[in-house]
Protein backbone atom coordinates (compact mmCIF):
# COMPACT_ATOMS: atom_id res chain seq x y z
CA UNK A 1 0.00 0.00 0.00
CA UNK A 2 1.16 3.48 -0.82
CA UNK A 3 1.68 5.91 1.60
CA UNK A 4 3.24 9.21 2.06
CA UNK A 5 3.94 10.99 5.90
CA UNK A 6 4.22 14.06 6.30
CA UNK A 7 6.04 15.42 9.25
CA UNK A 8 7.91 18.63 10.98
CA UNK A 9 5.02 21.17 10.83
CA UNK A 10 4.83 23.65 13.47
CA UNK A 11 4.64 27.49 14.95
CA UNK A 12 7.68 29.10 13.97
CA UNK A 13 8.16 33.15 13.59
CA UNK A 14 8.52 35.43 11.07
CA UNK A 15 11.91 35.24 9.26
CA UNK A 16 12.48 31.52 10.83
CA UNK A 17 13.17 28.26 9.47
CA UNK A 18 11.69 24.95 9.33
CA UNK A 19 12.11 21.36 7.68
CA UNK A 20 8.92 19.51 6.59
CA UNK A 21 9.61 15.41 5.37
CA UNK A 22 8.10 13.45 4.11
CA UNK A 23 8.12 9.47 4.66
CA UNK A 24 7.28 7.27 1.72
CA UNK A 25 6.67 3.63 1.79
CA UNK A 26 4.65 0.84 -0.41
CA UNK A 27 6.42 2.15 -3.73
CA UNK A 28 9.63 2.33 -5.38
CA UNK A 29 10.34 5.85 -4.22
CA UNK A 30 12.93 6.45 -6.54
CA UNK A 31 11.45 6.32 -9.76
CA UNK A 32 9.02 9.26 -9.25
CA UNK A 33 8.77 12.73 -9.37
CA UNK A 34 7.84 14.43 -5.87
CA UNK A 35 6.07 17.38 -5.05
CA UNK A 36 5.04 19.70 -2.33
CA UNK A 37 1.74 21.22 -2.43
CA UNK A 38 0.22 23.97 0.10
CA UNK A 39 -2.95 24.58 0.97
CA UNK A 40 -3.72 27.56 3.06
CA UNK A 41 -6.61 27.60 5.46
CA UNK A 42 -9.85 27.77 4.09
CA UNK A 43 -8.27 28.62 0.86
CA UNK A 44 -7.27 26.81 -2.26
CA UNK A 45 -4.13 24.32 -3.28
CA UNK A 46 -0.92 26.49 -4.49
CA UNK A 47 1.80 23.83 -5.69
CA UNK A 48 5.36 24.62 -4.00
CA UNK A 49 8.06 22.77 -5.56
CA UNK A 50 8.93 19.64 -7.39
CA UNK A 51 12.45 17.31 -7.59
CA UNK A 52 12.41 14.94 -10.29
CA UNK A 53 14.10 11.46 -10.36
CA UNK A 54 17.55 10.19 -10.59
CA UNK A 55 16.81 9.55 -14.31
CA UNK A 56 15.95 13.53 -14.86
CA UNK A 57 19.08 14.45 -12.95
CA UNK A 58 17.17 15.36 -9.54
CA UNK A 59 16.25 18.70 -11.02
CA UNK A 60 14.17 21.02 -9.06
CA UNK A 61 11.32 23.66 -9.80
CA UNK A 62 9.86 26.16 -7.68
CA UNK A 63 6.73 28.34 -7.39
CA UNK A 64 7.58 31.98 -8.33
CA UNK A 65 6.20 32.62 -4.02
CA UNK A 66 8.81 30.35 -2.59
CA UNK A 67 12.11 30.66 -4.53
CA UNK A 68 14.86 31.52 -2.87
CA UNK A 69 13.57 30.71 0.08
CA UNK A 70 12.25 27.12 0.08
CA UNK A 71 14.79 24.72 -0.79
CA UNK A 72 12.83 20.52 -1.80
CA UNK A 73 15.55 17.85 -2.11
CA UNK A 74 15.14 13.93 -1.49
CA UNK A 75 16.49 11.32 -0.19
CA UNK A 76 16.03 7.91 -2.55
CA UNK A 77 17.95 5.30 0.22
CA UNK A 78 15.44 7.02 3.01
CA UNK A 79 12.32 6.85 0.81
CA UNK A 80 12.40 10.65 1.90
CA UNK A 81 11.31 13.53 0.56
CA UNK A 82 12.29 17.03 2.52
CA UNK A 83 10.90 20.75 2.32
CA UNK A 84 13.12 23.02 3.90
CA UNK A 85 12.01 26.74 4.48
CA UNK A 86 13.77 29.76 5.55
CA UNK A 87 12.73 33.19 5.82
CA UNK A 88 9.10 32.00 6.52
CA UNK A 89 6.44 34.52 5.87
CA UNK A 90 2.95 35.09 7.61
CA UNK A 91 1.76 33.90 4.29
CA UNK A 92 3.44 30.71 4.46
CA UNK A 93 1.15 29.55 6.77
CA UNK A 94 -0.61 26.54 4.87
CA UNK A 95 -1.00 22.80 5.81
CA UNK A 96 1.75 21.25 3.18
CA UNK A 97 1.03 17.74 1.54
CA UNK A 98 3.65 16.20 -0.13
CA UNK A 99 2.70 14.26 -3.32
CA UNK A 100 3.86 11.61 -5.84
CA UNK A 101 3.71 12.26 -9.86
CA UNK A 102 2.10 8.93 -10.61
CA UNK A 103 3.09 9.98 -14.00
CA UNK A 104 0.56 10.41 -17.00
CA UNK A 105 0.40 13.82 -15.85
CA UNK A 106 -1.50 13.73 -12.46
CA UNK A 107 -0.70 13.55 -8.42
CA UNK A 108 -1.61 9.74 -7.62
CA UNK A 109 -1.31 10.22 -3.87
CA UNK A 110 -0.86 12.40 -1.24
CA UNK A 111 0.02 12.61 2.37
CA UNK A 112 -2.32 13.87 4.85
CA UNK A 113 -0.74 17.25 5.23
CA UNK A 114 1.12 18.55 8.26
CA UNK A 115 0.32 22.57 9.29
CA UNK A 116 2.69 25.19 9.39
CA UNK A 117 2.03 28.14 10.85
CA UNK A 118 4.24 31.19 10.70
CA UNK A 119 3.33 33.90 13.58
CA UNK A 120 4.73 36.20 16.35
CA UNK B 1 2.44 30.57 -15.56
CA UNK B 2 -1.01 28.70 -16.98
CA UNK B 3 -3.94 30.17 -15.18
CA UNK B 4 -6.87 27.79 -14.42
CA UNK B 5 -10.58 29.51 -14.32
CA UNK B 6 -13.17 27.54 -12.69
CA UNK B 7 -16.77 28.01 -13.20
CA UNK B 8 -18.42 27.98 -11.15
CA UNK B 9 -16.96 28.68 -7.54
CA UNK B 10 -20.51 27.21 -6.13
CA UNK B 11 -23.03 25.03 -7.19
CA UNK B 12 -26.14 23.57 -5.36
CA UNK B 13 -27.64 20.65 -6.14
CA UNK B 14 -29.93 17.44 -5.59
CA UNK B 15 -29.13 14.01 -5.39
CA UNK B 16 -29.54 12.30 -8.22
CA UNK B 17 -28.92 15.56 -10.12
CA UNK B 18 -26.30 15.74 -13.37
CA UNK B 19 -23.77 18.60 -12.71
CA UNK B 20 -20.66 20.10 -14.55
CA UNK B 21 -18.03 22.22 -14.03
CA UNK B 22 -15.79 24.05 -16.18
CA UNK B 23 -12.08 24.78 -16.26
CA UNK B 24 -10.37 27.08 -19.26
CA UNK B 25 -6.74 27.43 -19.09
CA UNK B 26 -5.23 30.93 -20.00
CA UNK B 27 -3.55 28.87 -22.44
CA UNK B 28 -3.37 25.77 -24.43
CA UNK B 29 -1.89 22.76 -22.44
CA UNK B 30 -3.37 19.81 -24.74
CA UNK B 31 -5.02 17.45 -22.51
CA UNK B 32 -2.55 17.28 -19.38
CA UNK B 33 -5.60 18.33 -17.10
CA UNK B 34 -6.51 16.36 -13.72
CA UNK B 35 -9.76 16.96 -11.65
CA UNK B 36 -9.33 16.49 -7.62
CA UNK B 37 -12.29 15.91 -5.05
CA UNK B 38 -11.18 17.22 -1.78
CA UNK B 39 -13.27 16.80 1.48
CA UNK B 40 -12.75 18.90 4.79
CA UNK B 41 -9.78 18.40 6.55
CA UNK B 42 -8.18 15.40 3.90
CA UNK B 43 -6.04 15.64 1.28
CA UNK B 44 -7.04 15.81 -2.77
CA UNK B 45 -8.01 13.03 -4.16
CA UNK B 46 -7.50 12.31 -8.24
CA UNK B 47 -10.97 11.63 -9.86
CA UNK B 48 -9.69 12.08 -13.44
CA UNK B 49 -6.65 12.63 -15.37
CA UNK B 50 -5.19 13.24 -18.86
CA UNK B 51 -8.62 14.96 -19.03
CA UNK B 52 -10.83 12.13 -19.79
CA UNK B 53 -9.17 9.23 -18.09
CA UNK B 54 -11.04 7.69 -15.00
CA UNK B 55 -8.66 7.19 -11.91
CA UNK B 56 -8.66 3.51 -11.12
CA UNK B 57 -11.54 2.93 -8.22
CA UNK B 58 -13.39 6.11 -9.23
CA UNK B 59 -17.37 5.72 -9.90
CA UNK B 60 -18.10 6.01 -13.67
CA UNK B 61 -20.35 8.77 -12.72
CA UNK B 62 -17.66 11.31 -12.79
CA UNK B 63 -16.70 11.51 -16.10
CA UNK B 64 -14.00 14.46 -17.65
CA UNK B 65 -13.73 16.11 -22.12
CA UNK B 66 -11.82 18.73 -23.27
CA UNK B 67 -8.74 19.64 -24.50
CA UNK B 68 -6.47 22.75 -25.68
CA UNK B 69 -7.73 25.27 -23.08
CA UNK B 70 -11.33 24.14 -22.37
CA UNK B 71 -12.16 21.13 -19.95
CA UNK B 72 -15.41 19.96 -17.91
CA UNK B 73 -16.14 17.61 -15.38
CA UNK B 74 -19.65 16.04 -15.22
CA UNK B 75 -20.82 13.89 -12.33
CA UNK B 76 -24.28 12.26 -13.11
CA UNK B 77 -26.90 11.06 -10.49
CA UNK B 78 -25.14 13.16 -7.62
CA UNK B 79 -24.66 11.02 -4.68
CA UNK B 80 -24.36 12.26 -0.65
CA UNK B 81 -20.71 11.48 -0.65
CA UNK B 82 -20.35 13.64 -3.65
CA UNK B 83 -20.60 16.93 -2.11
CA UNK B 84 -17.34 18.45 -1.66
CA UNK B 85 -14.79 20.74 -3.28
CA UNK B 86 -13.15 19.73 -6.66
CA UNK B 87 -9.95 21.31 -8.44
CA UNK B 88 -8.81 21.32 -11.82
CA UNK B 89 -5.09 21.17 -11.66
CA UNK B 90 -2.74 21.58 -14.71
CA UNK B 91 1.06 19.38 -15.41
CA UNK B 92 1.68 20.83 -18.67
CA UNK B 93 4.55 22.70 -17.44
CA UNK B 94 5.95 24.36 -14.15
CA UNK B 95 4.51 26.10 -12.38
CA UNK B 96 1.75 23.36 -11.78
CA UNK B 97 -1.49 25.18 -11.33
CA UNK B 98 -4.69 24.93 -9.60
CA UNK B 99 -8.22 26.11 -10.37
CA UNK B 100 -10.20 28.16 -7.61
CA UNK B 101 -12.31 25.43 -6.86
CA UNK B 102 -15.88 24.49 -7.37
CA UNK B 103 -17.39 24.11 -4.14
CA UNK B 104 -20.36 21.52 -4.44
CA UNK B 105 -23.23 21.48 -1.83
CA UNK B 106 -26.64 19.93 -1.18
CA UNK B 107 -29.70 21.96 -2.17
Known amino acids: EVQLVESGGGLVQPGGSLRLSCAASGFTFSDYYMDWVRQTPGKGLEWVAR??????????AYAASVKGRFTISRDDPKNSLYLQMSSLKTEDTAVYFC???????????WGQGTLVTVSS | DIQLTQSPSFLSASIGDRVTITCRASQGINSYLAWYQQKPGKAPKVLIY???TLQSGVPSRFSGSGSGTEFTLTITSLQPEDFATYYC?????????FGQGTRLEIK
Open chain 1, 51 to 60: VRNKGNGYTT
Open chain 2, 89 to 97: QQLNSVPIT
Open chain 1, 99 to 109: ARDGGSYRHDY
Open chain 2, 50 to 52: TAS
